[in-house]
């Protein structure tokens, strides 16, 4: 199932290539790099890394993005946290702003509950106000499937939800000064035993060249969590980057 996805993804991003109609349409890549993190010794010995690598690709009507994400904490040697986040997204635009799109996204979240999560959703979306610079607002509105294998009293289990029209998304972007953005992304899971929203808010900082100074908070909240577990999973990170 996963790897039909990554096929069906991958045939979706790659079709403006065999398109004739985007023949004088010219690639255009993008990407940046952005990590942080802390290590003490003495009386306390924690050591913390949080990373995340964005790669875009553009090609007419055509855009295509990939974003890995980790973060691993560990205390006195001992992991306490260990996440491992994959997305892969294709976007085809249409006219008066719309615009149809296909995502996967993979997750890891092992003390969280959560051995592996694949998520495959298509669905449609609206660009409002793309012809402005400074600023961009994207609705979504899809459906999809997802298929979890989470660890339950120490046992993998898997759970296999379909969520028909409960995708919503909402991406946002606003430049208020030259080398100053914030940038927001809203998601959403309706419909199952184990619906969740998650939030990403970002200032990127432009430093000098192409290094930027990137303070994020995420959050994600669960309606069910596992026995111990509270709703509501956050953090704030700091990281340095480099855009290319």
């Known amino acids: 199932m996963w790897l039909r996805g990554v096929i069906l993804l991958m045939s979706f991003s790659l079709a403006p290539l065999v398109n004739a109609e985007d023949y004088q349409n010219a690639n255009n890549f993008s990407g940046s790099i952005a990590l942080g993190g802390y290590k003490t010794e003495g009386n306390t010995q924690t050591a913390t890394f949080d990373g995340k690598f964005k790669l875009g690709h553009s090609y007419g009507k055509w855009s295509s993005e990939a974003v890995l994400k980790a973060t691993q ?65 994207d609705i979504e509105l899809g459906y999809g499937e997802r298929v979890t294998k989470k660890l339950i009293d120490g046992v993998i289990r898997d759970k296999l939800d379909y969520d028909p029209g409960t995708h919503i998304g909402i991406i946002g972007k606003y430049s208020f000064t030259e080398n100053d953005a914030l940038k927001i992304n809203l998601s959403g899971e309706f419909g199952n035993d184990d619906d969740y929203i998650q939030k990403e808010i970002s200032w990127v900082h432009q430093l000098f060249g192409a290094v930027h100074a990137d303070l994020t908070y995420e959050s994600r909240t669960v309606t069910r969590p596992g026995v111990g577990k509270v709703p509501t999973d956050e953090k704030i990170t700091v990281k340095l980057g480099y855009t290319f």
């Open 73 to 137: 904490v560990s205390e006195s040697g001992i992991v306490s946290s260990d996440y491992y986040e994959a997305l892969l997204k294709s976007i085809y635009d249409l006219p008066q702003h719309f615009y149809t799109f296909l995502q996967l996204r993979y997750r890891e979240d092992t003390f969280g509950g959560i051995y592996s999560e694949n998520t495959y959703i298509g669905g449609f979306g609206y660009h409002a106000f793309k012809d402005n610079p400074d600023y961009s607002l």
